[in-house]
């Protein structure tokens, strides 16, 4: 599997910005996806993890009611709404596929990874 994630870039503490991954084979393969971020100087954080149903999400605390996280098997797509964006959010946001099913904050659960893009939010 590979993937690729797009929609980074300069936002102003407050705004939006949608992430995209787009897996080069079918997301419906049983698998839950997730987005993990990394901020400079930082070790790689969990952020969000779909179930492979997309009926299951769950989120890091700090982007609880800001992030959403969601999926579309047909077009082997997930996605991640970041709205209310804050300075703290700046980072490399990966998505990754998950061995599993079920979603999960584990680094180790997650086979595979995308390149990451960068998200910068200005104060």
């Known amino acids: 599997v590979q993937l690729q994630a797009s929609g980074g870039g300069l936002v102003q503490a407050g705004g939006s910005l949608r992430l995209s991954c787009a897996a080069s084979?079918?997301?419906?393969?049983?698998?839950?996806m997730g987005w993990f971020r990394q901020a400079p100087g930082k070790e790689r954080e969990f952020v969000a993890a779909?179930?492979?149903?997309?009926?299951?999400?769950h989120y890091t605390d700090s982007v609880k009611g800001r992030f959403t996280i969601s999926r579309d098997n047909a077009k082997n797509m997930v996605y991640l709404q970041m709205n209310s964006l804050k300075p703290e959010d700046t980072a490399v946001y990966y998505c990754?596929?998950?061995?599993?099913?079920?979603?999960?904050?584990?680094?180790?659960?997650?086979?595979?990874w995308g390149q990451g893009t960068l998200v910068t939010v200005s104060s």
């Open positions: 990754a596929h998950s061995r599993f099913s079920y979603g999960s904050s584990r680094q180790a659960d997650f086979a595979y």
């Open positions: 084979r079918r997301t419906s393969s049983n698998n839950a």
């Open positions: 779909i179930s492979w149903r997309g009926d299951r999400t």
